[in-house]
């Protein structure tokens, strides 16, 4: 379990990188914000990238699997922290089991170099 805090903290910061950065482009272009949104927007997205690469995992397509679990559970976090919508009980459902297989995926991946 512990091996898991690591990649983990690593993915939600990720996560919260990428949402970040595309959220900057979704204010810009769908609620009007100032063109200036951007400059942040495209360093949270190249912080995200950084981020994703300090993984260790052997190969980047497990890598981007297993973050896709967590990049689901956060972006509910983001929809109700930041956009003030409490996700449904399907949502977590559904980001439950993602989670459960970015697990899967991050504890047999370690083992398979």
Known sequence: MKALVWPIGLYVMAALAEIGGCFSFWAWLRLGKPILWLVPGVMSL???????????LDFAG????????IYILTSLFW??????????????????LCVLGAAVILVTGAHQR
Do not use: H, K
């Open 46 to 56: 190249a912080a995200f990238a950084w981020l994703l690469t300090r993984v260790d």
């Open 62 to 69: 497990r890598a981007y699997a297993a973050y896709g679990g």
């Open 79 to 96: 929809l109700w922290a930041v956009e003030g919508v409490q996700p449904s009980r399907w949502d977590i459902v559904g980001a439950s």
